[in-house]
C-alpha cells in the first residue's frame, strides 16, 4: 500500500503557489503568480496549440519588520477556507439570485422572455454591490508570503 507523503512546508489549510516579486510599495507586495493549465506541461503542446499559460498579479499587504526585493522567489498561500468564500460570493450566490429572480418573475408575469431578463438584470446591482465592497473584500481575502 503507498503513502500519502505531503511536502514538509504544506499545510492541508491553505493554497499555495510559487511566484515572483514583481513590485514593492509602501503597503503592498506584487508578486506575479504562473497558472498553467495541465496542457502546457505536455510535451505536445506545440503541436496542439492547447496550451494555457496566464499570469496573474497578486497584491500582498506588506508587513512590518520583513524585508523582500524585487525579483525575490517566494510562496503566496491563503486559506483554504477563503477561496470557498470566494467562490461563492462569484458564482454559486448569483446563481441561485438568478434562479429565484427567474422563478418568481415567471410566475408573476408568466412570460418566459420578460422572466429571463429581470432575471439577468437582477445581478446588474449585485456585481455593483460586489464592486463598491470591493476595500471590505480586499480586507478579508488576505495573501501571505513566506520565502523559500
Known amino acids: 500500500m503507498k503513502k500519502l507523503e505531503t511536502q514538509r512546508d504544506c499545510s492541508l489549510d491553505d493554497i499555495s503557489h510559487s511566484g515572483l516579486i514583481q513590485k514593492i510599495d509602501d503597503q503592498q ?4 503568480i504562473v497558472s498553467q493549465s495541465a496542457c502546457a506541461a505536455c510535451h505536445a503542446k506545440g503541436v496542439c496549440n492547447v496550451s494555457e499559460l496566464s499570469e496573474e498579479i497578486v497584491e500582498v499587504p506588506k508587513e512590518a519588520g ?3 526585493e524585487v525579483g525575490q522567489n517566494v510562496k503566496v498561500s491563503m486559506q483554504k477556507s477563503l477561496g470557498t468564500h ?5 458564482y454559486i450566490l448569483p446563481f ?3 434562479l429565484a429572480t427567474l422563478i418568481i418573475a415567471l410566475a408573476i408575469t408568466g412570460r418566459e422572455g420578460l ?4 432575471a439577468l438584470a437582477i445581478l446588474i446591482p449585485y456585481y455593483l454591490f460586489l464592486y463598491t465592497m470591493r476595500d471590505r473584500l480586499k480586507r478579508t481575502f488576505t495573501f501571505r508570503i513566506d520565502p523559500f
Open 29 to 32: 507586495i506584487y508578486v506575479s
Open 96 to 98: 441561485l439570485i438568478l
Open 66 to 68: 520583513i524585508h523582500y
Open 115 to 118: 422572466s429571463g431578463l429581470l
Open 86 to 90: 470566494a467562490v461563492f460570493l462569484g
